[in-house]
């Protein structure tokens, strides 16, 4: 993983990524309209390639992509899990 990951950050790629204004750490992105299905996988490609993680599909539960924090907390976990 290339550097921490942290709240701001990641509102900046969901920012940067879907060119909409990033909602606060606890706003459920999917239960506000932010974002539908597409831009979630967008979402997600964006954080994988910065981070340097890969989300896998098998595993994949969208509870962990609800919130900015649930996104910081998902993608921190998988960086501790992905050989350096």
Do not use: W, Y
């Amino acid at each position: 993983m290339s550097d921490a990951v942290d709240i701001a950050r990641t509102q900046q790629i969901f920012e940067d990524a879907l060119n909409l204004s990033a909602p606060a750490p606890d706003v459920d992105i999917i239960e506000a309209g932010l974002i539908d299905s597409l831009a979630l996988v967008t979402l997600i490609f964006e954080l994988e390639q910065e981070f340097r993680v890969q989300v896998p599909l098998e595993s994949l539960e969208v509870d962990d992509f609800r919130t900015i924090a649930s996104i910081v907390r998902t993608i921190s976990t998988l960086g501790r899990e992905t050989p350096t």
